[in-house]
């Protein structure tokens, strides 16, 4: 059963940093390509961050670009969002989700999330 | 454009069915065949309803199907239970690589 855990939320003030991970199980996780999406209290969903299945390409929503990077361990079945020059307006929950393989467009699985909250 | 447009909110009661409307722009929405809903109950992970415009991962119930003419896209919940009732949220594919999710959607069965 292909599950994903989100993992690393808490509180942080403004200006400071927080490091994200997403560990995978139940499927070949180098095979796929693996997003970040998240959910401000209040507000819609919205993506965040893109890699490709090895970790080659990278690609940011305006929102936070330059300040968040993507990057992935393989070995160790495990997404990572760094997450530097917190705003308040970065409070949300965030998701990991499994993308299809291309051919198709989905995010299926989503983790449950984790949640950040940056105090001002 | 910083989010697809999605009605706030819809309802019907049940039995009946409900549209949702998701309206992109040419470089988006009316771009590709890659629109996909997700069922959203709070404090759970969101669920894939619909993928690639109109169709249907398997174990989705069959009372729910998508569509798509020019810069909008549709997701129709027929025969309305109250286990539907949940935010719904559309996504494009936008362009190199990045996505655009719609404003949500907050479904009440009356």
């Known amino acids: 059963q292909v599950h994903l855990v989100e993992s690393g939320g808490g509180v942080v003030q403004r200006g400071g940093s927080l490091r994200l991970s997403c560990t995978a199980s139940?499927?070949?996780?180098?095979?796929?390509?693996m997003h970040w999406v998240r959910q401000a209290p209040g507000r819609g969903l919205e993506w965040v961050a893109f890699i490709r299945h090895d970790g080659s390409k990278a690609y940011y929503g305006d929102s936070v670009k330059g300040r968040f990077t993507v990057s992935r361990d393989n070995s160790k079945n495990t997404l990572s969002l760094q997450m530097d020059s917190l705003r308040p307006e970065d409070t949300a929950v965030y998701h990991c989700?499994?993308?299809?393989?291309?051919?198709?467009?989905?995010?299926?699985?989503w983790g449950q999330g984790t949640l950040v909250t940056v105090s001002s | 454009q910083s989010a697809l447009t999605q009605p706030a909110s819809v309802s019907g009661s049940p039995g009946q069915s409900i549209t949702i409307s998701c309206t992109g722009t040419s470089s988006d929405v009316g771009r590709y065949n890659f629109v996909s809903w997700y069922q959203h109950h709070p404090d759970k992970a969101p669920k894939l309803m619909i993928y690639?415009?109109?169709r249907r991962p398997s174990g989705v119930s069959n009372r729910f199907s998508g569509s798509k003419s020019g810069n909008t896209a549709s997701l129709t919940i027929s025969g309305l239970q109250a286990e539907d009732e949940a935010d719904y949220y559309c996504c494009s594919y936008v362009t190199n690589n990045t996505w655009m999710f719609g404003g949500g959607t907050k479904l009440t069965v009356l």
């Open positions: 139940g499927f070949t996780f180098s095979d796929y390509a």
């Open positions: 690639d415009v109109r």
């Open positions: 989700a499994k993308w299809s393989t291309g051919v198709s467009d989905w995010f299926d699985p």
